[in-house]
């Protein structure tokens, strides 16, 4: 029993090193966004593991829940439905080009045999914003200003350690002042929901940067300021 408990303690601590040195620092944008548009935002605050970002009202094309157990399978299922999208398949015939990131928003399962709940979606250009092609099992949505915290990560997203990464920006973020916004924009119960955002290709294999984001409403996080003034 000792030694199976050293080498779980050996190979947490591996895995803690890998992300360590799969994480890229934080820049003003992922690189990608120097080659095709992404929804621009302001940092507002960060502190060490997060940032709080104030993105611009923006439009996404979104897919209906994906029931899956893999993140990475319902990520792959809804950006194929995406891609059909921006290729002309939709009311208009229109094609749309490629921005970043794709979000695919999580709603875990109580178990680890049961199927999670999964949107894909893909940021609308500036371009179409005003009028974006309507398509068969897809929705718009419109984002008002929107808050989000955020942790970057590097390599490709994995089903084995994206729980670890959002872990991760749930204790950055535990003492600071958005901590009660967060959790209660996050789901009634303490419902763990968060958003993977992936901003390159898959056939990039260098520079890749993927973040985990808590949306969460500032008007939550003023109420809590003000109650503890």
């Known amino acids: 029993m ?38 621009s935002y302001d940092v507002i605050d960060s502190g060490k593991g997060f940032e709080i970002r104030r993105y611009d009202s923006s439009v ?14 319902a990520t792959r299922t809804g950006f194929l ?48 914003q005003a ?32 729980g670890a990464e959002a872990a991760a920006l749930d204790e950055s973020v535990f003492d600071t002042k958005w901590a009660a916004a967060i959790s209660k924009s996050r789901g009634a119960g303490g419902a763990a929901i968060y958003t993977v955002a992936q901003y390159n290709s898959p056939f990039e294999f260098e520079g890749r940067v993927n973040e985990i984001w808590f949306l969460f409403d500032i008007e939550d996080a003023a109420a809590d300021a003000a109650a503890q003034a």
């Open 131 to 162: 009028d974006p092609p309507p398509a068969k099992g897809l929705h718009i949505q419109r984002w008002k200003e929107t808050h989000v915290a955020v942790r970057q990560f590097g390599g490709f997203v994995s089903d084995a350690t994206i």
């Open 2 to 39: 000792a030694m199976a408990a050293i080498e779980m303690l050996k190979l947490s601590l591996l895995t803690t090193l890998i992300l360590l040195i799969l994480r890229p620092a934080y820049s003003e944008l992922p690189p990608s966004c120097k080659r095709i548009e992404c929804p």
């Open 60 to 73: 996404w094309a979104s897919t209906a829940p994906i029931p899956d157990i893999s993140l990475h399978e």
């Open 81 to 128: 439905k995406l891609f059909d999208y921006i290729q002309g398949k939709n009311k208009y015939n229109e094609k749309i080009e490629m921005t970043a990131p794709v979000l695919t928003e999580v709603s875990p399962s109580d178990g680890p045999f049961c199927e999670s709940s999964f949107v894909v979606s893909f940021y609308v250009p500036k371009v179409n």
